[in-house]
């Protein structure tokens, strides 16, 4: 089971980016999934998650609600996270997790994922 983060950079306060989580070894279709960030020497905090199931669910933390967007394509069995009007303060390696949870639950606990990604850094430069 892998799950392969991608998509970040280094960019400047107020641009763009997304993130992108492309999972091979199991089918994202029935996990709920999150992203989490780290920045240096700060714990890992919770960023967005989306649940799985015919009507999808989606949470934020409040630092990023309304200027980050997570979504999911099964088919393509990859999760986002579209990221716009980046700030300084985004600056961390950016992790996407899976978790086995009920349909239409959503997750922001960390101990509550059981797969994890690589991470993926993201620069926001002033």
């Known amino acids: 089971v892998q799950l392969q983060a991608s998509g970040g950079g280094l960019v400047q306060a107020g641009d763009s980016l997304r993130l992108s989580c492309a999972a091979s070894?199991?089918?994202?279709?029935?996990?709920?999934m999150g992203w989490f960030r780290q920045a240096p020497g700060k714990e890992r905090e919770f960023v967005s998650a989306?649940?799985?199931?015919?009507?999808?669910?989606?949470d934020y933390a409040d630092s990023v609600k309304g200027r980050f967007t997570i979504s999911r394509d099964n088919t393509k069995n990859t999760v986002y996270l579209q990221m716009t009007t980046l700030r300084p303060d985004d600056t961390a390696v950016y992790y996407c997790?899976?978790?086995?949870?009920?349909?239409?639950?959503?997750?922001?606990?960390?101990?509550?994922?059981?797969?994890w990604g690589q991470g993926t850094q993201v620069t926001v430069s002033s």
């Open positions: 997790a899976a978790g086995r949870a009920k349909w239409g639950t959503l997750i922001r606990g960390v101990e509550e994922y059981g797969y």
């Open positions: 070894g199991l089918s994202l279709s029935t996990y709920a």
């Open positions: 989306i649940s799985w199931g015919i009507v999808v669910r989606t």
